[in-house]
C-alpha cells in the first residue's frame, strides 16, 4: 500500500480481520499488522462452534448475537467470494440431550420463547433422541434439543479466507514486523491486548483463559454439531470432528496441552459413544481473551484519541464477528455509534 492507511488494524485474529474486512469493504484503505500471523492466537484453534444464546430473557446482548449469527451466512459467502477462499462455514444446527424433567421442562418453555424472539429465521425444538439417526449424545430423558441457528467454520481456513479477501479488496498485510500505525488505529489484539489495557488502566481489565480441545478423524461433516456435559462436538467439512474445550484461569503453560485435555476427550467419548474409537489428529491449547464483563469489548481507548479496542471475543469471536465488524466500521469509519452499552469498553473498566 504506497498511500497513507485509513485505519491500521493490530491484530491478525478473528475480529481484527473481520473489522478489516469490512471496513476495507466500504471503501476504506487498510493496513493489518501482526507479529506472530495470521491466526497465531484463539483465532487459530480447532473448535470453531457458533452457537447461540438460550432464548430467554431476552437482551440487547442476545438480540445482537442472533443478529451476527444470522448474518454470518451472507458475510461468509462474501469472503469466500472476494478471495476464493472457503472458510468453512455452514449452518449445520446442534442437538443437545435434556438431562431430566426439569431440564425437559425448561426446554420446552424455551421453545415457546423462540417461536417470537428468533423471528421464524430459526427454531429451538425439542425432538426425540431416536430421530437423530445415530448421530447425538446420550439423553436420559430420550429427548434432545434442536437448533437451527447453530453453526459451524473452520477457525484457521476461516482467518485465511479473511487474510485473502483482504489483500483482494486492496488492502495490506504486515507479518512479522514492528510496522508503525498509522491513521485511525484498531487494537484487536486479543490476550496481549487485555493485558496492554490493564497496565494501561492500572488495574485487571481482562485476561488470558486457557483453552485446550481435540481434533480426531471421524467424519460427520454434514451432520449437527454436539453440545453435552459442557463439551462442544464440531463435525467440519474436511472430515475431521473438533471436540472442546477447558476453561482455565490458571495454567503453567498457556500452548501447551496437558491431562486436562485428555479429561475432555474422555468425558467427549462417554457423552458420544461414536467418538470413542476416533483417532486423535491434533491436540491444541492457547489463550481466549476474556474482558470482564465477559461480553466483547468495542470502543474507543480511553485518553487514546484516534485508537480503538475489538477485544474479548472469548468463546464466542467466531459468532459475534460479523456483528463487531459492522458496528466497529459504523464508528469508525461513519462516526456512527451502534454498540451495545454492555459491550463498551467501559463495562469492563
Not at 484453534?45 to 438460550?54: C, E, F, K, Y
Not at 451476527?68 to 472476494?82: D, E, G, K, M
Not at 484516534?306 to 464508528?331: S, W, Y
Request: with cysteine.
Amino acid at each position: 500500500m504506497a498511500s497513507k492507511p485509513d485505519v491500521t488494524v493490530m491484530g491478525g485474529g478473528i475480529f481484527g480481520l473481520s473489522c478489516a474486512w469490512e471496513m476495507a469493504r466500504r471503501g476504506a484503505r487498510i493496513r493489518l499488522v501482526d507479529r506472530r500471523g495470521i491466526g497465531a492466537g484463539a483465532s487459530g484453534g480447532i473448535v470453531g462452534a457458533l452457537a447461540p444464546h438460550v432464548p430467554e430473557r431476552w437482551t440487547s446482548v442476545k438480540a445482537f448475537q442472533f443478529d451476527s449469527l444470522i448474518a454470518a451466512a451472507p458475510f461468509w459467502r462474501a469472503v469466500q467470494q472476494a478471495g476464493g477462499r472457503d472458510p468453512g462455514y455452514a449452518r449445520t444446527g446442534r442437538l443437545q440431550p435434556i438431562a431430566d424433567a426439569d431440564a425437559l421442562s425448561r426446554a420446552e418453555a424455551r421453545a415457546r420463547e423462540a417461536a417470537t424472539l428468533w423471528q421464524g429465521k430459526a427454531t429451538w425444538r425439542v425432538i426425540d433422541a431416536d430421530t437423530a439417526r445415530g448421530w447425538s449424545a446420550v439423553s436420559a430423558t430420550g429427548k434432545l434439543i434442536e437448533d437451527t441457528l447453530s453453526a459451524r467454520v473452520s477457525p484457521m481456513r476461516a482467518c485465511e479466507a479473511l487474510a485473502a479477501a483482504l489483500r483482494a479488496q486492496g488492502g495490506e498485510i504486515v507479518i512479522g514486523a514492528d510496522d508503525p500505525a498509522q491513521g485511525t488505529v484498531l487494537w484487536a489484539t486479543g490476550a496481549d491486548g487485555l493485558a496492554a489495557l490493564s497496565r494501561d488502566r492500572a488495574r485487571e481489565v481482562g485476561r488470558g483463559i486457557k483453552g485446550q480441545a481435540a481434533l480426531v478423524r471421524l467424519d460427520r461433516r454434514d451432520a449437527p454439531q454436539l453440545y453435552a456435559d459442557g463439551l462442544h462436538i464440531v463435525p467440519h467439512a474436511d472430515g475431521t470432528t473438533a471436540i472442546g474445550s477447558t476453561t482455565e484461569r490458571d495454567y503453567a503453560a498457556p500452548d501447551a496441552p496437558d491431562s486436562q485435555l485428555d479429561d475432555v476427550i474422555t468425558r467427549a467419548s462417554a457423552a458420544v459413544p461414536a467418538l470413542a474409537d476416533a483417532p486423535i489428529l491434533r491436540r491444541w491449547a492457547g489463550l481466549r481473551p476474556r474482558a470482564r464483563s465477559r461480553a466483547p469489548m468495542l470502543g474507543p481507548w480511553p485518553g487514546r484519541p484516534g485508537h480503538f479496542i475489538a477485544n474479548g471475543g472469548f468463546k464466542i469471536g467466531f459468532g459475534m464477528a460479523p456483528g463487531v465488524a459492522r458496528v466497529m466500521t459504523d464508528l469508525l469509519l461513519e462516526g456512527r455509534d451502534t454498540i451495545p452499552d454492555a459491550f463498551r469498553v467501559e463495562a469492563s473498566l
